[in-house]
């Protein structure tokens, strides 16, 4: 099992930054994708940023290209979200989220290749 603990959201003004945090924990962790998924009220989840389970590869939704980091501290079974230039339509709860598979070469941001949840944290952008 796959246990996800998100932390870092909150309240900003547009323009302003917040870094994202998930705990990862389960024997496996180190050896799945990880990413981060957001959704607001009434839509669907969506994708935003994912990273390779050797940490090189990573993908991004073309509207965070540019703003958002993501990355992950092997040591500390930890991946980032660093969200940069916020605007008010970031505003959503985000998810960290782990693939079903193992040692993928494959960055995967299709929402039903990730098997495993944290509960959210809500980012506020405050225009």
């Known amino acids: 099992q796959v246990q996800l603990v998100e932390s870092g959201g909150g309240l900003v003004q547009t323009g302003g930054s917040l870094r994202l945090s998930c705990v990862a924990s389960?024997?496996?962790?180190?050896?799945?994708?990880l990413g981060w998924f957001r959704q607001t009220p009434g839509q669907e989840r969506d994708f935003v940023a994912a990273?390779?389970?050797?940490?090189?590869?990573?993908a991004y939704a073309p509207s965070m290209k540019g703003r958002f980091t993501i990355s992950r501290d092997a040591a500390k079974n930890t991946v980032y979200l660093q969200m940069n230039s916020l605007k008010p339509e970031d505003t959503a709860a985000y998810y960290c989220?782990?693939?079903?598979?193992?040692?993928?070469?494959?960055?995967?941001?299709?929402?039903?290749?990730?098997?495993?949840w944290g509960q959210g944290t809500q980012v506020t952008v405050s225009s």
């Open positions: 989220a782990a693939t079903a598979g193992f040692y993928s070469a494959r960055v995967s941001t299709q929402v039903n290749d990730y098997n495993y």
């Open positions: 389960g024997r496996t962790v180190t050896s799945r994708t």
């Open positions: 990273i390779g389970w050797t940490g090189s590869s990573t």
